[in-house]
């Protein structure tokens, strides 16, 4: 996040901390009046299948969306995992519009689900489907079918089976560790893939989730590097005297637009991956950053202090004029466009604090989204109905995810740490 003439500090220590999954718990802090009741019936299991129950995972997921309120296990009347055993008007009395049931069965190491949805009021099914998972795959299983119901009574793609990057920190004798994870977008099942004494900062996904660009300052001085997750490689693409920051991958996932200020102030910069020859975007004594492209690559919008105060600011991606984006308010900064285009979420800054809003471009409607003082970093989830965030709750930051009409907020609380600059995959 960026705060007025002090960009650069942003660039350099907006540093960030989050608890490992373990102790990770997933709080509800704001639902949705509108939301549609759905019974994720607890699924029948057969053989070992370890400490995964799917119903909870699922139940968890859709719950978290905004547009579902599911009932507790405890206030059901039955539990029936086979269509058959399904009598409809217990789940009409408890006053639900859908229901899922399912079974699991441990096969060598593998299982095989299934699972039924149904329309509560007319006992139509809606949906059966089959699959098979492996021991480790079994969340991921639950996530998948949490998209799939979510699709199918939404008529929108889920975001559930995705996955997100931040960076954590622990302290370590009297410094601190710094470690870039990649986790389920639950928080689940987060691995490391890059661990520094030195800060680690600012990781954005590739067009095809398989890379992540950051920044670290291993080597004591920012540098841009980009890391293949599949194998673990790395290459330096950007070690520049002074700032190396914010990078962005194009939607074709060949340059990156980056912060440098190597030529005197910071500005934007487009890099190409594949020969390392630099465009230079913007050369103004302002501070210009925190560079994204448009989902079409024409465009690349920036924050910018040229007005006097950070404001967003809209620029072909070939380099020329540069329009003003945002006019409510005296801040808004870090700007990130949702999948198609038609949304523009931001850090805006009023009263004194820095909360997140959502802007249609059709319109330039704002909407802010969230209640804190201190909330930065929002990506959208790739279906545009999510928004990513980092929240400071008494001096203390968590990930946060907030719907985009502002009417569901939850929180990824851990047990200890902080966490800042979240990012949701492809």
Do not use: C
């Not at 096969?107 to 098979?132: A, D, E, K, P, W």
């Amino acid at each position: 996040m960026l705060i007025p003439r002090v960009l650069i500090v942003s660039l350099l220590a907006s540093l960030l901390t989050v608890a490992h999954a373990a102790g990770l718990t997933i709080e509800i802090t704001k639902g949705s009046q509108t939301a549609v009741p759905i019974a994720i019936v607890p699924f029948a299991q057969q053989g070992s299948i370890g400490n995964v129950k799917l119903s909870d995972v699922i139940s968890s997921d859709l719950g978290g969306s905004g547009f579902f309120k599911t009932l507790s296990e405890d206030d059901m009347l039955t539990k029936p995992s086979e269509p058959e055993r399904v009598n409809f008007k217990d789940w009409q009395v408890l006053g639900q519009d859908y229901m899922a049931i399912g079974q699991v069965v441990g096969n060598g190491g593998s299982y095989n689900i299934q699972f039924h949805l149904f329309n509560v009021h007319n006992g139509q099914l809606l949906m059966g489907y089959r699959l098979t998972a492996g021991a480790n795959e079994l969340r991921r299983a639950a996530h998948h079918i949490s998209d799939l119901i979510y699709e199918k009574l939404t008529g929108r793609k889920g975001a559930f089976n995705t996955r997100i990057a931040y960076v954590t920190s622990v302290r370590r004798g009297n410094g601190k560790q710094f470690m870039l994870q990649v986790a389920d977008a639950d928080g689940y099942n987060p691995r490391t893939i890059a661990e520094s004494p030195e800060p680690i900062m600012a990781p954005a996904w590739s067009p095809d989730g398989s890379k992540i660009a950051y920044v670290s300052f291993h080597t004591k001085r920012s540098e841009i590097w980009v890391q293949t997750l599949a194998t673990g490689q790395r290459e330096s693409v950007s070690s520049y005297p002074g700032i190396n920051g914010a990078p962005a991958f194009s939607p074709d996932g060949s340059r990156l637009a980056v912060t440098l200020s190597k030529d005197g102030s910071p500005d934007i910069y487009v890099l190409n991956l594949g020969s390392r020859s630099l465009t230079r975007l913007t050369n103004s004594l302002s501070i210009d950053t925190e560079p994204t492209w448009s989902p079409d690559g024409s465009s690349i919008l920036f924050t910018s202090d040229q007005g006097g105060k950070p404001q967003l600011y809209l620029m072909p991606a070939s380099g020329g004029k540069a329009s003003r984006v945002t006019f409510q308010g005296d801040y808004n900064a870090r700007g990130r466009f949702s999948a198609d285009g038609r949304s523009l979420a931001m850090v805006t800054g009023s009263g004194g604090g820095y909360k997140i809003a959502v802007m249609d471009m059709a319109s330039r409607t704002v909407n802010v989204l969230t209640e804190g003082n201190l909330d930065e970093s929002p990506s959208f989830a790739p279906n545009g109905s999510m928004v990513l965030f980092a929240a400071n709750r008494g001096g203390r930051s968590a990930l946060s995810v907030v719907s985009t009409d502002g009417a569901m907020q939850q929180k990824l609380a851990f047990e200890s740490g902080e966490v800042r600059e979240p990012a949701w995959a492809p």
